[in-house]
């Protein structure tokens, strides 16, 4: 009886672990509209378009296995976001975008170093 119970509470914890996950693209996308409509100063009439590619990109990522997608499925992904925006922002933006993304970048090595360095310890 008990391993019964423990395989469906197991059984439950998977499957809504698979819905909040088909649901995140949209969440996610969400949020970092939200980030960028305040980093960016996105106008209103540019707030809606930024919310579609962030979207598209997120969901597509998603559909080509996220994280674990072949680099060449990845780089077309960014490559096809990317142009996305330059239809979307002004020039300020883009360069504001770009420098938040070089932050980024170098928190993630910094992270990625000290991760590699305490594995070793």
Do not use: W
């Not at 504001?96 to 170093?113: D, G, H, I, P, Y």
């Amino acid at each position: 009886m008990k391993k019964n119970l423990l395989s469906l509470i197991c059984g439950l914890l998977l499957t809504s672990g698979v819905i909040a996950q088909s649901a995140e693209p949209s969440k996610r996308a969400q949020a970092l509209t939200d980030k960028m409509k305040t980093e960016l100063e996105l106008r209103d009439d540019q707030v809606a378009r930024v919310h579609s590619a962030n979207t598209k990109m997120l969901t597509a990522f998603q559909a080509a296995g996220g994280a674990d997608a072949d680099g060449d499925t990845k780089k077309s992904i960014r490559d096809t976001y990317r142009a996305d925006l330059d239809e979307v922002l002004d020039e300020a933006q883009l360069s504001k975008a770009k420098k938040m993304k070089s932050v980024l970048k170098e928190r993630r090595q910094s992270r990625n170093t000290t991760t590699d360095s305490s594995v070793g310890s």
